[in-house]
């Protein structure tokens, strides 16, 4: 059984910095994909930064050269570092995976892809205050 389990959130003024870890397990796919995910209250989930299991990366535009997605996989763990944190930044962060590119989730953003990714964690809040 696939399990994901979401670490590294917290409280952090604007400007600071984040980074998220995913420790994965239970998976058996040799192809698969993972990605970040965050919702704000009142909002639908939004695709943030996925990769591919060959490295490559996507990402959304608003978080463009200050986050950075990058996957460990002798420690089966995911991260997002999280630079130059804004206000709009706040939400709760998911960690998926699928053995689809979830790549496709980030560029599209298209709700009925979100909504049908296979495998989440439990999320971790992340907030950025003014």
């Known amino acids: 059984q696939v399990q994901l389990v979401e670490s590294g959130g917290g409280s952090v003024q604007a400007g600071g910095s984040l980074r998220l870890s995913c420790a994965a397990s239970?998976?058996?796919?040799?192809?698969?994909?993972l990605g970040w995910f965050r919702q704000a209250p009142g909002q639908e989930r939004e695709g943030v930064a996925a990769?591919?299991?060959?490295?490559?990366?996507s990402y959304v535009d608003s978080v463009k050269g200050r986050f950075t997605i990058s996957w460990d996989n002798a420690n089966n763990t995911l991260y997002l570092q999280m630079n130059s944190l804004k206000p709009e930044d706040t939400a709760m962060y998911y960690c998926?995976?699928?053995?689809?590119?979830?790549?496709?989730?980030?560029?599209?953003?298209?709700?009925?892809?979100?909504?049908?990714?296979?495998?989440w964690g439990q999320g971790t809040q992340v907030t950025v205050s003014s």
């Open positions: 998926a995976l699928d053995r689809q590119s979830l790549r496709w989730g980030v560029e599209s953003q298209s709700r009925p892809f979100i909504a049908g990714i296979n495998y």
């Open positions: 990769i591919d299991s060959d490295g490559t990366t």
């Open positions: 239970g998976y058996t796919y040799s192809t698969y994909s």
